[in-house]
């Protein structure tokens, strides 16, 4: 069993940048793929980076490439998105999730969410 608590959601101008958070707790985080999505309204829930917790490998959707880096945080466990040079389409409810398969991007592929922070990008 996994939780998992988002946190670091806001409201931010277009070419600025937001830090999200995602606190987890269980027994076995290291043998999971951590990921973090996105669901704008009327829309379907988007991968958009995701990294193997134990060796810290990543992987992210084309959209947010060069813009969105994901890391971990062993000592505190915790999983961060640093989001830059954020676009209105950036606007959504963000969600951290858990796999225990890696390079996973559909939202089935992941079991454990949490409770989504949303993030406003205004123009």
């Known amino acids: 069993q996994v939780q998992l608590v988002e946190s670091g959601g806001g409201l931010v101008q277009a070419g600025g940048s937001l830090r999200l958070s995602c606190a987890a707790s269980?027994?076995?985080?290291?043998?999971?793929?951590m990921g973090w999505f996105r669901q704008a309204p009327g829309k379907e829930r988007e991968f958009v980076a995701g990294?193997?917790?134990?060796?810290?490998?990543?992987y992210s959707a084309d959209s947010v490439k060069g813009r969105f880096t994901i890391s971990r945080d062993n000592a505190n466990n915790t999983v961060n998105l640093q989001m830059n040079s954020l676009k209105p389409e950036d606007t959504a409810v963000y969600y951290c999730?858990?796999?225990?398969?890696?390079?996973?991007?559909?939202?089935?592929?992941?079991?454990?969410w949490g409770q989504g922070t949303q993030v406003t990008v205004s123009s």
């Open positions: 999730a858990a796999a225990l398969a890696w390079g996973r991007k559909s939202a089935a592929g992941f079991s454990y």
């Open positions: 990294i193997d917790w134990r060796s810290g490998s990543t």
């Open positions: 269980g027994r076995t985080l290291s043998t999971y793929t």
